[in-house]
């Protein structure tokens, strides 16, 4: 089945430092991949949407400037968390999904990266 | 906002009861997903109906859609203390964003 790897699973820094998370699809080719941000016992919510080779299409109320996303190739993306603080503390999760050999994979999710800035 | 509601947002139940959730949506779609996340870790997808199906099993699992109301339920027969977890269900709406959104989610705990 389709893997997801989601890395760092956990990373403390300080406050003004950045913070770079990535994902990457392993066994399948992400056209699209999706970034999502979860506030403890809350729901997911998503920050943007990026597609290979082009810009991130980000959701309203998202700072583009400090999420920085790159989607250079069609197995990786990274969110930078540009001069993190202690607000952008949550858990980020990715969502990869693409077409192998024309089949479908769906939607298939890292295992997240718990940030806390310090 | 595209965000579905679930609830009962927590859910307490003995092992061995039934726990039904409920999903209310807002968007036409394609299908409708449900996923199960433990605390502080990643999503583990459980089963996904399509829009023109009304009824799905998997195991212990149930899941209804109805589409005129724009809902769907989850139900997990014979519960375990290992079902304890949070729920989501998640729609891919039928035309514009290529994204899932997420419901609200429900807290179960299954008390031994």
């Known amino acids: 089945g389709a893997v997801v790897s989601q890395h760092p699973s956990w990373v403390i820094c300080k406050s003004g430092t950045s913070v770079k998370i990535e994902c990457r699809s392993l066994?399948?080719?992400?056209?699209?991949m999706f970034w999502y941000r979860q506030f403890p016992k809350q729901s997911l919510m998503l920050m943007a949407t990026s597609n290979e080779g082009s810009k991130a299409t980000y959701e309203q109320g998202v700072e583009k400037d400090k999420f920085l996303i790159n989607h250079a190739s069609l197995t990786l993306s990274t969110l930078t968390v540009t001069s993190a603080h202690p607000e952008d503390s949550s858990f980020y999760i990715c969502s990869a999904r693409g077409l192998q050999d024309r089949f479908d994979y769906g939607y298939t999710f890292g295992s997240g990266t718990r940030l806390t800035v310090v | 906002s595209q965000q579905g509601e679930e609830d009962p947002q927590a859910l307490s139940i003995q092992e061995g009861e039934n726990a039904t959730m409920n999903c209310s949506y807002k968007t036409s779609i394609n299908n409708l997903q449900w996923y199960r996340q433990n605390s502080g870790r990643g999503l583990v997808h459980l089963i996904l109906i399509r829009s023109n199906e009304r009824e799905k099993h998997s195991g212990r699992l149930r899941v209804t859609l109805d589409t005129s109301k724009k809902s769907s339920s989850l139900l997990i027969t014979a519960s375990r203390a290992a079902d304890t977890a949070s729920y989501f269900c998640?729609?891919?709406?039928?035309?514009?964003?290529?994204?899932?959104?997420f419901g609200t989610g429900t807290r179960l705990t299954v008390i031994p």
């Open positions: 066994d399948f080719q992400a056209t699209t």
């Open positions: 998640a729609t891919d709406a039928l035309t514009g964003a290529n994204n899932l959104f």
